[in-house]
């Protein structure tokens, strides 16, 4: 089946370490996403990158950082620079290309909880 | 910029009867919209969208939402809520510009009385 998998789905981590969150899709999307959910505040996107070896900052970057050397591939590393990490992540993919805004396709999230 | 607004944070409807979310934005230009949920602890599904054309889309569960340009609105409606519909809802707007990016509302939080 295609989709998008994250893992794990649940992350502990200690303040001051730095945590990898992977995000894999078999949709052959060119485009992917990270996004942070809270409660009460909806979805902020984090990075996005449109085709493989690119990728560019989102509203709330800082903190974070991201690669993507595959096209399936899109992993976000949480620094030890994000003051406020305990969150739900979101990694989401779609298709690109000059039709218009295409529809995202979300995986299942990963909850991160900094102790 | 585009923006989202999704004025109602809960809403708690009884099992059979009709819902409405609402949904306004704010977008200079033709909007791309979408309608996602989101089951508790779970990614986005989406329900449904729209880009142009009928200003009145069907999606899945037997969602419908309707597209009112002079109103900047794009409310979600079901004739019959049944309890499996409790879940949070999300509005989305598309950007053309720059990396297929949506903006997302804050959510609405649906409870289903039995």
């Known amino acids: 089946d295609g989709g998008i998998t994250q893992s794990p789905k649940y992350l502990f981590r200690k303040e001051g370490q730095n945590v990898t969150l992977s995000c894999e899709q078999n949709l052959n999307h060119d485009a992917m996403y990270w996004y942070r959910q809270d409660p009460g505040q909806g979805l902020r996107l984090i990075y996005y990158?449109?085709?493989?070896?690119?990728?560019q900052k989102g509203d709330i970057a800082e903190g974070y950082s991201v690669s993507r050397e595959k096209k399936e591939s899109f992993p976000l590393t949480v620094t030890s620079a994000q003051k406020n990490p305990t969150a739900f992540y979101l990694c989401?993919?779609?298709?690109?290309?000059?039709?218009?805004?295409?529809?995202?396709?979300f995986g299942p999230g990963t909850r991160l909880t900094v102790l | 910029a585009q923006s989202v607004t999704q004025p109602d944070i809960h809403i708690t409807v009884s099992e059979g009867a009709s819902l409405e979310l609402r949904c306004n934005y704010s977008y200079g230009a033709t909007p791309y919209l979408f309608w996602y949920v989101q089951s508790p602890g779970q990614g986005l599904q989406l329900l449904l969208k729209?880009?142009?054309?009928?200003?009145l889309v069907q999606g899945i569960k037997g969602f419908e939402a309707e597209f009112k340009r002079s109103q900047s609105s794009f409310n979600l409606r079901k004739p019959s809520v049944h309890w499996s519909d409790a879940a949070e809802y999300f509005c989305?707007?598309?950007?053309?510009?720059?990396?297929?990016?949506?903006?997302f509302g804050t959510g609405t939080q649906l409870k289903v009385e039995l």
């Open positions: 990158s449109q085709i493989v070896n690119d990728f």
């Open positions: 989401a993919s779609s298709s690109a290309g000059p039709a218009g805004v295409n529809e995202q396709f």
């Open positions: 989305a707007v598309g950007e053309l510009a720059g990396g297929n990016k949506l903006t």
């Open positions: 729209y880009f142009s054309g009928d200003t």
